[in-house]
């Protein structure tokens, strides 16, 4: 069976590598005017570690999306209008990742920090559904999927998409409270993801 998925994967792939570019844009130097020595740079860079946090895990939340992102198109071979929709909206949201990062650094110390977790994990929420709707789309008709796959590797794949969203979901619902702990939340959920990441596999029947 041919694979009828390569543009979409391309196209795709491209949008990734340019949301993971704009995170950089918020990463700063100082003035040279306002920094004269060793000191005074240190002084900067310890001021702007909430800004090294976000990219840091922004960075590494867009690139394990990315990996599962290909792990699951090696299971679709064919496409409809439905998926190509799904998958537009899996890159509008990763695209839109680099704004509540932005927020995250700029507020994550301070009285508006349970408001930034919050946007920046309700993205995340946002992200697990449209990969939950990806994957429904796909193995809703099997004829789209690779032909070998089993019913049993469709349905891993599917638990393993469903387990992360209540997580998501209390990170997001705690973070109005305990924004630091919403925060850690989402680093255990990166690693989870890493981990479940190689579970995607072409089973054969």
Do not use: C
């Amino acid at each position: 069976m041919e694979k009828e998925t390569v543009r979409i994967e391309n196209f795709s792939d491209a949008v990734f590598a340019i949301a993971i570019t704009l995170l950089v844009l918020d990463l700063h130097v100082p003035d040279a005017d306002t920094v004269k020595n060793g000191t005074q740079l240190l002084a900067f860079l310890k001021g702007e570690w909430t800004t090294y946090l976000a990219f840091t895990l922004s960075f590494f939340s867009i690139f394990i999306m990315w990996v599962n992102h290909h792990k699951i198109f090696k299971q679709i071979y064919s496409r409809n209008t439905a998926i190509m929709f799904a998958n537009g909206l899996i890159l509008f949201l990763v695209t839109a990742v680099s704004y509540p990062t932005a927020l995250l650094a700029r507020f994550f110390d301070g009285d508006a920090s349970n408001i930034a977790v919050a946007i920046y994990t309700g993205i995340f929420v946002l992200i697990n559904l449209s990969y939950n709707l990806l994957w429904f789309i796909a193995s809703h008709n099997k004829k789209l999927l690779r032909p070998e796959i089993t019913n049993s590797a469709i349905k891993k794949i599917r638990n393993n998409y469903l387990y992360g969203l209540p997580t998501y979901l209390i990170a997001f619902g705690i973070s109005f409270q305990f924004p630091e702990i919403a925060l850690a939340i989402s680093m255990l959920l990166l690693v989870f993801w890493a981990v479940s990441s190689g579970k995607i596999k072409m089973i054969q029947e």
